[in-house]
């Protein structure tokens, strides 16, 4: 889910010589950049608007894509055809897996997630959202999160955790994919991560329950 400790996930990954291509180095937002390739934001989001949806707007089920949405998937793969490490980050992306493993089917995943309040807060003080609507977009996308896991297992971190304990299964997560983990000069600082919990802010159950079940299947 979007401002759930993507970007801090991608960076650290990158950091430890995961090539992501052409990249966001910064804005507004995220002072270290959000880490994403906008040819691949760009062409998920061509996807989802071709049917009416996007980011905020998720559809309901899988997207089955077109001949020539495939063929400029694989497009944007010849680029590392010569790289033993490379990867993309976009929130989108889990909103359109099946493509993607159409193309890429031994592709390996990391997942990360974030408590509902706190991404609402982030969501909140970006572009003002209200939590429904909030709230409503992280079930959409955890549910995904939560679908794949039980598919094909993967590492999934809480960004929630205090920062030594991340950064150490952080560690253990780049050495399981062949990186070489930063001893110095971390990627993560404190100013990448606001909106910590409180109580005074009421969650559905349902999304108590799901934060649950993600807390269980997280490193």
Known sequence: MHRSGTSFLT????????ELGKFSPWNPHNLKGNRENTDFVDFHDSILEARG?????????????????????????????????WGFKDPRASLLLDGWMTLIPHMEFV?????????????????????????????????????????????????DEPEDVLLRKLDAVVREHGLTPVNNDQFFTSKLRHHHVDDDEPVPQELEDMYATLKAIAR
Not at 59 to 78: A, C, M, N, V
Not at 80 to 85: A, G, L, N, S, T
Not at 125 to 147: H, P, V
């Open 11 to 18: 960076g650290s990954l990158q950091q430890a010589g995961l």
């Open 53 to 85: 949806f996007a980011w905020d707007a998720p559809p309901p089920g899988p997207i089955i894509w077109t001949e020539e949405e495939i063929s400029r998937g694989k497009s944007l793969i010849k680029n590392y055809e010569k790289v033993p490490h």
């Open 111 to 159: 997942g990360i997630f974030r408590h509902p309040r706190n991404v609402h807060r982030s969501l909140k003080a970006r572009s003002k959202m209200r939590a429904g609507k909030a709230f409503s977009l992280w079930s959409a996308y955890n549910r995904r999160l939560i679908e794949l896991h039980r598919e094909r297992p993967f590492p999934v971190l809480c960004f």
